[in-house]
């Protein structure tokens, strides 16, 4: 990362995060605002989201190509994971008509789903965070639980933001996802975990010199 964007990197954050956002809310506003149409298809906004999320940590680590490959790699798969048990714990909350009306969750071997947004929340910084470190990219645990509470507190944040711009339609979990802004706040408290972090010096020199793995410090 560049002198100017490491220094201003909490506010290049919110500029992605918004942006993240914003594509999400066009392509809702393009596909039909109404009922629960934005459940039904694939939206775009999502690898946008990401590849928007991987440009801004790839300007803020700084290893070399092929282990930068490799850590996309799993992130990509992280994403990969937590966007389908989204698309599960989605469909389950806000299961509709004849589906819902015949859904038996003592049957569904998935129904914990149900709360997979909570469960995400709890789990998916320490993750990002344990697999940075083995990649020698050191996250300041505040930062981590910091993204956690600011993951689990994102829907009710979401939904004081509707009511402050009066945003169209009720003000509550459906229509901060609708709006784009839960997309924006999620983005944004994901990306805390590297908001300070540092670079394992001793770590890098042994992935790259196996010669250096068993000697001493």
Known sequence: MTPLLRKYRLITLLLFALLAGTIWRIEVEQAGWHG???ITYFHYAIPAA???FLIWANLSIQIE?????ALNLIAISIAFIAVITLDL?????FMSGPSALFYSPAKDPLRFLIFGDVILSGILPL?????ARMFGIVCRPVFVVL?????????????????????KGPSDYIHTIKSGYLLS???FSI???????KHSTKKQRKLINPELIDSPD
């Open 36 to 38: 629960l149409i934005w």
């Open 50 to 52: 990401l590849f928007l």
């Open 65 to 69: 190509l092929i282990r930068r490959i």
């Open 89 to 93: 714990s989605f469909g389950r909350m």
């Open 127 to 131: 993750i990002i965070a344990l697999v």
């Open 147 to 167: 993204s956690i509470t600011s993951l689990i507190i994102s829907p009710y944040f979401g939904i004081f933001l509707l009511d402050l711009f009066n945003e």
């Open 185 to 187: 706040l999620w983005f």
């Open 191 to 197: 990306g805390l975990v590297f908001i300070r972090h």
